[in-house]
């Protein structure tokens, strides 16, 4: 494989805010985490005792989106002071309970993903949490405003469906969850 032309060219830093940085390298333009923060990105999986499975996920007012997005639970990695040492299955069992509600019992790390490398530098590492306990009502930190959605599986497409019809945001990791076999359900 060929790099691009541009790839050894000195990077940039053209504007860094508290949480991302804006920077060039020749002709291209990205944005990236600032201070060398991650991301971690949760696929809560809660069963009933039928069998039912279910996802957990949440929705909130997406400001750059100017809307309401549907997303699985997600969070900063090391984004607080002194938590620069953080690792991605700590910061996801934290983002998990404060935005969800549920306690994991078992998180398991996917890989690392990027979602759009094209013009994000950004990657998450991708964790699937099971054995759930509902220990709070979630809803995220003071201002984010949350709202909890317990789906089942069989369920999804058409949550999905009903979703963007009412004129809401999808964010991508959603369609993870919407390919068949991904999960491992039939």
């Known amino acids: ?38 991301a971690a990105a949760i696929i809560a999986l809660d069963d009933d005792p039928d069998g039912t499975r279910h ?5 909130q007012y997406r400001v750059p989106l100017g809307r309401f997005s ?19 299955t700590a910061a996801a069992a934290r983002e998990l ?15 690392e993903f990027y979602s759009s490398p094209g013009m994000v530098s950004e990657s998450f590492t991708l964790l699937k949490a099971t054995a759930l306990e509902r220990v709070s009502e979630g809803g995220g930190t003071e201002d984010e405003n949350i709202i909890v959605h317990r789906v ?18 999808v ?10 076999g991904y999960l491992g359900e039939e």
């Open 1 to 38: 494989m060929q790099k691009d032309r541009d790839a050894d060219l000195p990077e940039i830093v053209q504007w860094e805010g508290r949480f991302i940085t804006a920077r060039t390298r020749g002709r291209w333009e990205y944005v990236g985490r600032a201070r060398g923060i991650r």
């Open 55 to 59: 996802v957990i996920l949440v929705s």
């Open 70 to 88: 549907l997303e699985i639970p997600a969070g900063l990695v090391g984004d607080d002071a002194g938590g620069e040492g953080e690792e991605a």
């Open 97 to 111: 309970e404060e935005e969800t509600g549920y306690r994991a019992g078992r998180l398991e790390v996917l890989g």
């Open 152 to 169: 089942a599986l069989r369920d999804l497409s058409r949550f999905v469906a009903e979703w963007r019809r009412a004129g809401h945001a």
């Open 171 to 180: 964010d991508v990791r959603i369609a993870m969850l919407l390919t068949p």
